[in-house]
C-alpha cells in the first residue's frame, strides 16, 4: 500500500513569492493534516481536513496561508507572500477514524523542506 | 493547554547500550501517548503507542509504559544499534471537541557508534 506522498521534496524561493505544496493521502483516509516542522522542533499542527471540509484551522496564518482539498482526497497548502520566518518542513499526514479511537493513526508522508532567501 | 516534554539531545551512545529517552506529558483529560521516529530524509513514523495507563507499547525491541501517576512514557531499548539513529519524538494524543489532537515534543536525535 502506498503512503502519504508529498511533493516537491524541497523548495527554494525568495521571500514575497508564493509557493504551493501538495499531498496525496493513502487511499480510504478520509482525514488529512498539515504540520509545520521548524528547525529542531516537533510538527505542529495547520489545519485538518475531514473529507473535504476544514474541521480544524484554528493554527492557519490565514492572511498569507490557504489550503483546499478539492474532492476530499488530494490537498495542497500554499503560502502568499513567503516570509522568511516560513523556512521550515511542511509535513502531510493521513488517518482513517473508523474502527475506534485506538486506531486512529497518523501516518505522514516525507515532507516538504521550504527554505525562504 | 496540552504539552509534552521530552529530554533533550543529542543522544550519543554506543551500539548495544541501553537506551532511555524520557517523556513526561501534561493533559486535561486521558489522552494516548505514541512514539514516533524520523529517519534522516524521512517522514514520522508511528514506533509504538498506549492508549491507556499501564499499557505497555512495544515495537523493534523499543518499549514505553504508560505512567498516569508519573505522567511519563519513557522510551526504552536493551540493546541499540547503528541502525536505531533518528529523531525520537514523543506525542499524546486527546479529544479536542470530538477531533483528535496530536501535540509533540520538541524530538530527541539519538546517534548511535558502531
Known amino acids: 500500500e502506498a503512503g502519504v506522498v508529498q511533493s516537491p521534496r524541497y523548495k527554494i524561493i525568495e521571500k514575497k513569492q508564493p509557493v504551493a505544496f501538495w499531498c496525496n493521502p493513502i487511499?480510504?483516509?478520509?482525514?488529512l493534516y498539515w504540520y509545520r516542522q521548524n528547525l529542531g522542533q516537533g510538527p505542529e499542527l495547520l489545519i485538518r481536513?475531514?473529507?473535504?471540509?476544514?474541521?480544524?484551522d484554528s493554527q492557519l496564518p490565514k492572511d498569507r496561508f490557504s489550503a483546499e482539498r478539492l474532492k476530499g482526497v488530494d490537498s495542497t497548502l500554499k503560502i502568499q507572500p513567503a516570509e522568511l520566518g516560513d523556512s521550515a518542513v511542511y509535513l502531510c499526514a493521513s488517518s482513517d477514524p473508523g474502527g475506534g479511537r485506538a486506531k486512529n493513526i497518523q501516518y505522514f508522508g516525507a515532507g516538504t523542506r521550504l527554505s525562504v532567501l | 493547554g496540552d504539552s509534552v516534554t521530552q529530554m533533550e539531545g543529542p543522544v550519543t551512545l554506543s551500539e548495544e547500550a541501553f537506551l532511555t529517552i524520557n517523556c513526561t506529558y501534561t493533559a486535561t483529560g486521558y489522552p494516548s501517548l505514541f512514539w514516533y521516529v524520523q529517519y534522516p530524509g524521512e517522514g514520522l513514523q508511528l514506533l509504538l503507542k498506549?492508549?491507556?495507563?499501564?499499557d505497555k507499547g512495544s515495537n523493534k525491541g523499543f518499549e514505553a509504559t504508560y505512567r498516569k501517576e508519573t505522567t511519563s512514557f519513557h522510551l526504552e531499548k536493551g540493546s541499540v544499534q547503528v541502525s536505531d539513529s533518528a529523531v525520537y519524538f514523543c506525542?499524546?494524543?486527546?479529544?479536542?471537541?470530538?477531533?483528535?489532537?496530536?501535540?509533540f515534543g520538541t524530538g530527541t536525535r539519538l546517534t548511535i557508534i558502531p
Open positions: 498506549a492508549t491507556k495507563a499501564d
Open positions: 481536513y475531514e473529507n473535504e471540509e476544514a474541521v480544524d
Open positions: 506525542a499524546l494524543s486527546e479529544l479536542d471537541f470530538g477531533n483528535e489532537k496530536l501535540t
Open positions: 487511499s480510504g483516509h478520509n482525514t
